[in-house]
């Protein structure tokens, strides 16, 4: 068993894992059909293939498997870390066949994936660490890679944007988002240099400009200290700097860089409305 983050790390960095992203078919089984377990098994097959495994070297990580069902309190502990086995794992696959939701009759595919608020986490989890060199979806033909896939990051990103089955879970993900901003801007991915974000830019490469550095760790630094958020923020030069340099849009990855930004800001914004409530 892994009991500590230290236990998970080092065995990934010794074992090929990869972390199965989906959405649940029904409200108390994740896929009672098994329509997403096929889809799972294909695209473990073509990965295998690709990057040259075999297939008794793949690991996986799979929520319904992976996270204890019958002891409430480790099942929460282990949920509330999804997003930490995600950026231990080496290769991401989105499984996302279509079919249909069991208990609301309701259809659930790729669209519907990407507006899950957990799946929007745990893409992010994995991207702000390792790129999107070897992030994959699966729609049960083929595994293609999530960074040729048109809008996935400005829906990804949008973590508190999404669909949360229950609403008082985005309070749960304020510091978990916050931590990994700050490892993408301060370089700290396992892979980096090999990961990539849109046109084969690395994650890192979105905050080449000094100003939008010193923007993004500002509000990171400002959301932590035990203040006013928004008061004290506006104060710092940093941030003024940082947003016009934002707003100038020289760069030829202005958007991906102001999606960022828009990120952290609602992360943020929900920081204070949280620290407000609990002060």
Not at 64 to 84: D, K, T
Not at 172 to 196: K, P, Q, T, Y
């Amino acid at each position: 068993y892994l009991h500590t983050m230290h236990d998970a790390v080092a065995f990934s960095a010794a074992h090929p894992v990869l972390f199965c992203s989906h959405q649940w078919l029904h409200g108390r089984h994740p896929d009672p059909d098994g329509v997403q377990h096929a889809a799972l098994i294909s695209a473990c097959e073509e990965l295998c293939a690709q990057q040259k495994l075999e297939r008794e070297e793949l690991y996986v990580w799979l929520d319904y498997s992976s996270v204890p069902q019958s002891n409430r309190s480790m099942q929460l502990a282990a949920i509330s870390s999804l997003h930490a086995y995600a950026a231990c794992a080496k290769y991401f696959v989105a499984v996302v066949p279509p079919t249909t939701h069991k208990t609301t009759g309701s259809t659930c595919d790729r669209d519907s994936y990407s507006r899950r608020g957990w799946c929007r986490l745990e893409q992010m989890a994995y991207v702000l660490i390792h790129g999107v060199a070897h992030a994959y979806i699966h729609d049960a033909t083929t595994i293609r890679r999530l960074g040729e896939q048109q809008g996935w990051l400005e829906s990804a990103i949008d973590v508190f944007g999404a669909d949360f089955t229950c609403p008082s879970d985005k309070e749960l993900l304020v510091d978990v988002l916050l931590g990994l901003f700050g490892f993408a801007l301060l370089g700290r991915g396992s892979e980096a240099g090999e990961g990539a974000v849109g046109d084969g830019e690395h994650v890192v490469e979105l905050f080449e400009d000094h100003a939008v550095q010193q923007l993004a760790l500002a509000l990171i630094v400002v959301a932590l200290l035990d203040q006013p958020v928004l008061q004290h923020a506006l104060e710092l030069p940093e941030l003024g700097r940082g947003i016009h340099a934002w707003r100038s849009g020289r760069r030829s990855h202005h958007n991906h860089v102001r999606l960022l930004i828009a990120a952290l800001l609602r992360c943020v914004l929900r920081f204070a409305r949280v620290r407000s409530v609990v002060d």
